[in-house]
């Protein structure tokens, strides 16, 4: 029986073979084609993310007029929700227990501005002369760094022409009226959003559950979102009082070294203790200005920043981290890279909410699974 070779009869007996290389043609990998697509896919997912970032920096930066109001009620919203829901058990409506509230709250505020006004006022007065009178005290130190100024000034005046005239550029920023407007309205917008979220209770919350379409995932919502508004007010409640009473132990301090208006200076220590570092270098340096100017002899001036920073150290190494315990305690490092950001996002107002943001951020990680590893970079 003669073997068929007939051209056009497929060959059965193998795969289809490369004549001119004589080897079998290869496939292409399918699993490798997958593998290099979802690389791809990942890759440009990376890209989205990232300008998605830089868009959320930039309207943040461009729009802060319109979104520091919003994230100041925010946060005292979270500060002073458990006060309301405490009167609402003792039969008192959410809304008439916000007007209460915000309406203490202001004025207490304005008491206290009003209290503290005349003191700043007299030492803002007396600022320049008070620099003269503390740059004659510490002439004596200050005789090599006038020898160097000396020395830069000849320099200066050799390498100076006669025919050259500089040409000033004066850069002309808000005047007053502007700025105390810019900070009345978003003071006002702040009292009045505060009011509204206070009054509306639970409303956010409700609607969420009733948009969500299973059972399980309502009763995890509301889980998540009564564990993470407790553990935000517990800190942002926790933090004031903290910073409370460094100011009542820094106004003592302030008492028992003599100097005028102990209150002022502990206010002053209580606000600057919400911005870290920044904060307490500000205070050492405006005490070492006051206590040279109130006291003749240098070391009893001296005292005055000297007493500053016992206090601060004690707060900072001790009583807050025992207060607040290793969960809610941040990573030095957040809390630097996250001052910097906020006061270049809000400038001095973002300065002191840039903690209290990371540690609302870092306690909603805790409580989202997908998220529990930042968190647990935030935390120490």
């Known amino acids: 029986m003669t073997e068929n070779t007939s051209p056009f009869e497929p060959d059965v007996a193998g795969p289809p073979a490369d004549r001119s290389a004589g080897r079998p043609i290869e496939h292409p990998d399918i699993g490798k084609i997958g593998e290099a697509l979802r690389d791809h896919v990942e890759v440009r997912s990376l890209a989205i993310n990232g300008l998605f970032v830089l868009a959320l920096f930039y309207t943040l930066y461009f729009a802060r007029a319109f979104f520091l109001p919003i994230v100041l009620a925010m946060l005292f ?3 002073l929700s458990p006060l309301i829901r405490t009167l609402k058990r003792a039969r008192i409506p959410e809304p008439l227990g916000a007007a209460v509230v915000v309406l203490t709250l202001l004025a207490a505020t304005v008491g206290a501005v009003y209290g503290l006004a005349g003191p700043a006022k007299e030492w803002g007065n007396k600022l320049p002369a008070s620099i003269r009178e503390a740059e ?15 020395t830069a000034q000849q320099v200066e005046q050799a390498t100076k022409t006669d025919d050259s005239k500089a040409t000033e550029v004066v850069v002309k920023g808000p005047n007053l009226t502007d700025r105390l ?3 009345t309205q978003t003071a006002l917008e702040v009292i009045i959003l505060l009011y ?13 559950i009733k948009v969500l379409p299973q059972l399980q995932d309502k009763k995890k919502a509301v889980a998540i979102a009564r564990e993470t508004e407790a553990s935000i007010s517990t800190y942002l409640v926790t933090v004031t009082l903290v910073n409370l009473g460094l100011g009542l132990a820094v106004a003592a301090v302030m008492y028992v070294l003599e100097m005028p208006s102990p209150l ?7 606000l600057a203790e919400f911005i870290p570092y920044l904060g307490a270098t500000t205070m050492v340096a405006v005490l070492t200005l006051a206590g040279l100017v109130t006291f003749e002899q240098v070391g009893h001036a001296l005292l005055v920043p000297s007493g500053y920073l016992v206090v601060n150290l004690l707060q900072s190494q001790f009583i807050a981290p025992f207060i607040l315990g290793r969960r809610l305690t941040l990573n ?8 910097v950001f906020w006061w270049w ?17 870092k306690i909603f990680c805790d409580h989202i699974e997908a998220l529990a590893p930042i968190g ?4 120490t």
């Not at 004659?136 to 000396?150: D, H, S, W």
């Open 196 to 208: 509204f979220l206070l009054a509306a209770g639970d409303l956010f919350l409700q609607k969420l």
């Open 136 to 150: 004659n005290r510490l002439q004596k130190l200050r005789r090599p760094v006038e020898q160097v100024n000396k």
């Open 77 to 79: 919203d979270f500060l």
């Open 376 to 379: 647990e970079f935030l935390g």
């Open 332 to 339: 030095p490092v957040a809390i630097f890279i996250s001052l």
């Open 264 to 270: 002022l200076w502990g206010a002053l220590a209580a």
């Open 345 to 361: 996002i809000w400038g001095v107002p973002g300065a002191f909410m840039a903690v209290p943001l990371v540690a609302t951020f």
């Open 181 to 183: 407007f810019g900070i």
